[in-house]
């Protein structure tokens, strides 16, 4: 009678131990396994195991702690065996010993092609009776082996990405089980993982283990016929299995917790019960996709490559650094050429977007980009391209073409003209059916970003050397700079928060105004309402600006400020009646320096230049700041930030404020070029002023 019991191969302990650290469990644990305890719980998992399968054996190699792990040791189709590309250099050496076991027992060995690691049954785990194999990844195996391994195995593969450094492969956190079952750990996945697997599995078909569960390996479990052995299953866990018909059995394995592995790691299946694929599937299955990027820039000094590689794994994807060259000084910029695999295109497409966001060059391919046309006034297609704040070039019928209107955050629609075809950078909000907008990232090209100054963050009374000195020398870059715009009448833009009224700022931006330096304002509703009041009544915030003290009855002179603007019938007509007269809006409006006040929901009044619909603020911003040659911006963060968003490349912006958050805070959104000053606005303002004046 043929046999019909299950093969199971296993590799006694005799030279188990924690001698390194590999993962978090093993952390504080190096020299605590009692190796004759582990060997004892071995052996009585391996005698629970025998009386229902036939076990095979290995023999275990001094200098190999962890080759009673089998399950690690690689992946088993009919006769096909596919060994393990071990990701950590201890446990490389048992590769060559699981290969030749293999091969004298009539395997065909086939090695995988793609240079990724690869951790055979730890991540990559059957569904018993189906087409299908659940693929884990994101901590020792990498994403890009599973399309070799696809095309190779002819099944369906679902791809899981791990993000709990505790549950470091997929057979830690979860185990398929007959009839289309499986119980999981699912904090232990991502969000698009868990969902893919809800969507998979119907929910009377799935438990989803609670974490004191799942910490003590319960989803590491081996299922042979309709018994299921593990470290640990808590009650209501076993009772979930026994309404499923399982019986539970459990064998302590805490010895070899203390290594990150329980009953499935020690267990390598040598059978499979698997189904034939369905017609498509396998394609399905192998939607696994990559793309070259080049970065170049101070990828070390300013942690640029961390967060490149951050923004890969982080958008679900997997990377391989396949060039780095640093430069030899701290000075000399780095080049790297990175590898970004994704699970499907339209995840790969989300991640280089980002990365073209940091600065990453994707090598050009000579293809038209991908347009698709708006259905619905106010949305854009799924998947279009956002722009950054550099010069884009977009590919269209064979040729390429620079946007126009390079802002952030917008979509990029395509136009056909007499001139042939146009760019045009659009907010969301503008798009209408029937605009063709540019989709993924193909057939785009950024310009390089603009070396970063490294000179550009200064810090006031921060050192040993005088920072009042460093904050004059910066000050006396930006005069120059500003004369020789103004020389050529270019645009300078402010903008301004109330905060440059309160330290008594305010007198110094009324002469830059006065001189010629300002060409457009732009801030919210109090830096106006303070400056008028500050004219009015000399207080600002009912402080007295020249004793810095409270004035009885001063909380109520900003609304008295406002109530008497609005009386007038706005802040020009006020300057027109006498009733301001001195200030920063009161020298805007005498050198017809056009303004732009932004509402929010604090505002008192307002006034009534005041926007309160953001929409139209938004645009006049947009509109005020076209052809600006710089950006002073004097603290006001939510302004700042806003004008930088809409501000394109090659525009130098100058931050003040007190707070080094709020120059971060613009540099995180894309504005690189923005030169910080970490000072008082009132102290700098004065110091610009005396330059300018010399």
């Avoid at 659940?134 to 391994?149: A, E, H, M, N, P």
């Avoid at 996945?189 to 969902?195: H, I, K, L, V």
């Avoid at 805070?665 to 910080?676: I, N, P």
Wanted: net charge negative; proline share 4%; with cysteine.
């Amino acid at each position: 009678m043929e046999n019909s019991r299950p093969k199971l191969l296993m590799c006694a302990p005799t030279f188990f131990g924690v001698n390194y650290v590999i993962n978090p469990w093993m952390e504080g644990n190096i020299g605590r396994a009692a190796r004759d305890r582990a060997r004892t719980q071995w052996e009585g998992l391996r005698d629970t195991l025998a009386k229902l399968a036939d076990i095979e054996s290995i023999e275990p190699v001094e200098g190999l702690p962890d080759m009673p792990f089998v399950a690690n040791a690689g992946l088993l189709y009919g006769d096909t065996f596919i060994p393990s590309r071990f990701r950590f250099p201890q446990r490389q050496g048992e590769s060559e010993h699981f290969v030749e076991w293999f091969r004298e027992h009539g395997y065909r060995i086939e090695a995988l092609q793609d240079s990724g690691s690869f951790e055979g049954e730890g991540d990559a785990l059957f569904q018993p009776g189906e087409a299908l194999l659940w693929c884990g990844y994101g901590v020792r195996t990498s994403l890009q082996v599973y399309k070799d391994i696809a095309e190779r195995i002819g099944v369906e593969i679902a791809l899981l990405r791990l993000v709990d450094e505790r549950f470091y492969h997929l057979d830690t956190c979860f185990c398929p089980l007959p009839d289309g079952r499986v119980m999981f750990y699912p904090h232990a996945f991502d969000q698009d993982s868990r969902a893919l697997i809800r969507e998979r599995v119907a929910k009377e078909n799935r438990i989803e283990v609670p974490a004191s569960d799942a910490l003590r390996f319960a989803c590491n479990a081996v299922a042979v016929g309709d018994t299921l052995i593990s470290n640990y299953a808590g009650s209501e866990l076993r009772e979930r299995l026994g309404d499923w018909g399982y019986a539970v059995e459990t064998c302590p394995l805490d010895e070899f917790i203390l290594a990150g592995g329980a009953a499935k790691c020690l267990v390598l299946h040598l059978e499979h019960e698997v189904a034939e694929a369905a017609e498509g599937a396998v394609e399905r299955g192998s939607h696994v996709c990559d793309r070259r990027v080049d970065i170049q820039g101070q990828l070390l000094d300013t942690g640029l490559m961390n967060e490149v590689l951050d923004c890969v794994t982080e958008g679900g994807g997997s990377f391989e650094v396949e060039e780095f060259h640093a430069g030899l000084r701290h000075d000399q910029e780095s080049q790297a050429t990175v590898r970004v695999v994704a699970p499907s295109p339209a995840k790969l497409n989300t991640i280089l977007g980002r990365l073209l966001q940091l600065g990453a060059r994707v090598p050009e391919e000579e293809v038209d980009a991908q347009l698709e046309t708006v259905t619905k006034d106010g949305v854009a297609p799924r998947d279009f391209y956002s722009t950054t704040i550099y010069p884009t070039d977009v590919r269209v019928g064979g040729q390429w073409i620079r946007a126009r209107g390079q802002r952030m955050d917008v979509m990029l629609v395509v136009r056909d003209t007499e001139d042939g075809h146009k760019i045009d950078c659009t907010l969301l909000r503008d798009l209408r059916e029937g605009d063709r907008v540019v989709c993924g990232v193909d057939g785009i090209r950024i310009q390089d970003r603009l070396p970063a100054d490294t000179e550009s963050s200064f810090e006031f009374m921060a050192s040993s050397v005088s920072s009042e000195r460093r904050v004059e020398l910066i000050v006396e870059n930006i005069a120059w700079d500003m004369r020789r715009i103004r020389e050529r009448e270019g645009k300078i833009v402010v903008v301004a928060g109330p905060v440059v009224i309160h330290t008594g700022g305010g007198p110094y931006l009324a002469k830059l105004i006065a001189m010629g330096y300002v060409q457009a304002l732009l801030g919210g509703n109090a830096i106006a309402v303070h400056d008028i009041e500050s004219d009015l009544y000399g207080t600002s915030l009912g402080v007295d600006l020249a004793r810095g003290a409270n004035i009885h009855g001063g909380h109520r002179h900003h609304l008295q400020a406002i109530n008497r603007v609005r009386e007038c019938g706005g802040i020009a007509q006020a300057v027109e009646q006498g009733v301001i007269r001195g200030g920063v809006m009161y020298e805007c409006v005498r050198h017809g320096v056009p303004f732009s006040l932004a509402g929010s929901i604090r505002d008192d009044g307002p006034l009534p230049e005041t926007h309160m619909d953001l929409l139209a603020a938004q645009d006049e911003y947009a509109n005020l700041i076209q052809g600006a040659d710089m950006i002073l911006m004097l603290s006001s963060m939510l302004h700042s930030i806003g004008t930088g968003n809409m501000t394109p490349a090659g525009v130098r912006l100058i931050c003040v404020d007190i707070s080094p958050a709020v120059v971060t805070k613009l540099s995180d959104r894309g504005s690189v070029e923005s030169t910080g000053v970490v000072t008082d606005v009132g102290l700098f303002l004065n110091l610009l002023t005396a330059k300018l004046s010399e």
